[in-house]
């Protein structure tokens, strides 16, 4: 970095931050709808609506989440802490899965919700606003944030801090509150030059640290600005933006994608090749033969299929892909806790109750040392508190969760991900969860049905090309709905799940795209 544009940067910063505390900015809570934005706003009459969008930011749009509740009392007739605390969440659920649907898993929100409303009555006698009226500091606010089921730590710290740049509210040591870093704010810090692709949150967290050290997070709201408006992954328009006398790509003089976009793809063609200039993805799934890989170039409809016998054949293949989706866990506990993963436990919430069996309880790392089901159970039984033993659908992942292991690095994740095909079907379907399963043929039918809309266009000519000896329909159709994931990702649409991901103990996070 050049000697001068580090403080030069930091001095943008600290002005914008001075200007973020001086006149509340407009972007701090944005909505669909003007009565929507003019409901959440009235912090004193609707303390609850500002705890529900927060609660609501998961696995949200921002826009969507601070609308929920002013669309939530439209629907209910009510939006009051006691009429919700006693609410059936059936009920809930109902109103917040219709047409057009204000969240897209309306089962999960409905039981936050109604354990949030519960929290209030029983912690602050149902008064929403005495989570942060009796001027608390900064970490109580953010720690009573967290006690509502589906907070984390990004939104808690996010709520914290809007509440003092964007409401005014006043909390004793507010400086300490940092950046709540999500995909935006992630893309303006790798143009910046200050970190890269596989850089931890941490890291942004301590730039903003050393850059604001009087209050890191007063330009939360601004750099989510940025990203949202100004640093687009395509075409972004530098000369607008603050930042641009201090930043790396503005300063290059180069217009080219982020690299989210074009991440490990091969370089620009020459001006006269007509070589598609789209980033590359792939979708992979375990079959009998090996590996089944779908590859896509974005941009165009050029669809590759192959079948390889191991999973460092599968790399080689994709070593220019920029997202490689694979339906394998990545990420392993060395004990057996009680109910698995944490992303496991969530993606069966998710998909249930039809396809929750699909989500298959991930062994511990010690026990993939074993090469048989009995030697496996028993080391199961003997890491688990419970003596809990090992599925023998779990057992039958042992090889290829071994290549993958074997080959996984926190680096390498940058790349390649752990989806699950169902949670990426019952995306496809609108946010619901398949009903039929996908080795039956209404289920199948059904997926390719998804596939084709999605823009694999020949799909079903695939499946009957390709099914047979070592790849199965369902395996074809999986491949698929990671490539398409792969491709959501690459564009920053995907959801993840944990929000937060935790960390094995070789620093994998443990986590699921789609």
């Not at 490689?324 to 866990?329: F, K, N, Q």
Request: aromatic share 6%.
């Amino acid at each position: 970095m050049e000697p001068d544009r580090l403080p030069r940067l930091a001095a943008l910063l600290r002005a914008k931050a001075e200007e973020q505390l001086a006149h509340p900015p407009d972007g701090a809570v944005r909505t669909e709808s003007l009565p929507a934005r003019e409901f959440i706003l009235d912090l004193e009459a609707n303390p609850q609506a500002y705890v529900i969008g927060c609660v609501g930011h998961r696995s949200s749009r921002a826009e969507q989440a601070w609308g929920l509740p002013y669309q939530l009392k439209l629907r209910l007739g009510d939006l009051g802490v006691p009429f919700l605390a006693r609410i059936e969440e059936a009920r809930m659920a109902e109103a917040l899965a219709r047409p057009p649907a204000l969240h897209r898993f309306p089962a999960i929100m409905a039981k936050n919700i109604r354990g949030a409303m519960d929290r209030i009555v029983q912690a602050f006698d149902g008064d929403a606003s005495r989570i942060w009226s009796d001027e608390p500091s900064a970490a109580t606010v953010v720690r009573r944030f967290l006690e509502f089921d589906g907070v984390g730590a990004k939104i808690a710290t996010m709520a914290a801090t809007i509440l003092v740049v964007g409401f005014r509210v006043p909390l004793r040591d507010h400086h300490f509150l940092d950046l709540s870093v999500d995909a935006r704010i992630r893309r303006v810090f790798e143009r910046l030059g200050l970190t890269t692709a596989t850089s931890p949150d941490e890291a942004i967290i301590y730039w903003a640290r050393e850059l604001v050290p009087s209050f890191p997070g007063s330009v939360d709201v601004a750099l989510r600005e940025v990203g949202r408006i100004l640093c687009r992954p395509q075409d972004p328009e530098c000369a607008a933006c603050f930042l641009a006398q201090a930043c790396a790509y503005a300063l290059s003089g180069t217009r080219q994608s982020h690299p989210e976009l074009n991440r490990g793809s091969a370089p620009p063609p020459q001006e006269d090749s007509a070589m598609p200039v789209g980033p590359v993805v792939a979708g992979v799934d375990g079959c009998k033969a090996g590996w089944f890989v779908v590859k896509q170039r974005l941009g165009t409809e050029k669809v590759e299929h192959h079948v390889v016998s191991d999973f460092a054949q599968v790399l080689e293949l994709c070593r220019e892909v920029s997202v490689l989706a694979i339906d394998i866990p990545i990420g392993l506990l060395d004990i057996v806790e009680d109910t698995g993963r944490p992303v496991d436990r969530l993606a069966r919430g998710i998909l249930s109750p039809h396809r929750a069996s699909s989500v298959f309880p991930a062994p511990c790392r010690p026990a993939l040392a074993h090469h048989t089901y009995e030697e496996a159970a028993a080391a199961t039984r003997a890491l688990s508190a419970k003596g809990r033993s090992l599925t023998r659908q779990s057992f039958g992942l042992f090889p290829k969760l071994r290549e993958v292991d074997g080959l996984m690095t926190p680096e390498r994740q940058a790349v390649v991900r752990e989806v699950h095909p169902e949670l990426c079907f019952a995306t496809m379907n609108g946010d619901r969860p398949m009903v039929e399963s996908k080795t039956n043929q209404e289920g199948q039918r059904q997926r390719i049905s998804l596939l084709r809309e999605a823009g694999f266009v020949s799909i079903e000519e695939t499946v009957s090309s390709l099914s047979g000896k070592g790849v199965r329909i369902d395996d074809i159709l999986d491949a698929h709905a990671c490539c398409w994931t792969a491709a959501r990702i690459v564009r920053a649409e995907a959801d993840r799940i944990p929000e937060e991901p935790t960390t094995d103990s070789r620093g994998l996070r443990m986590e699921m795209w789609f």
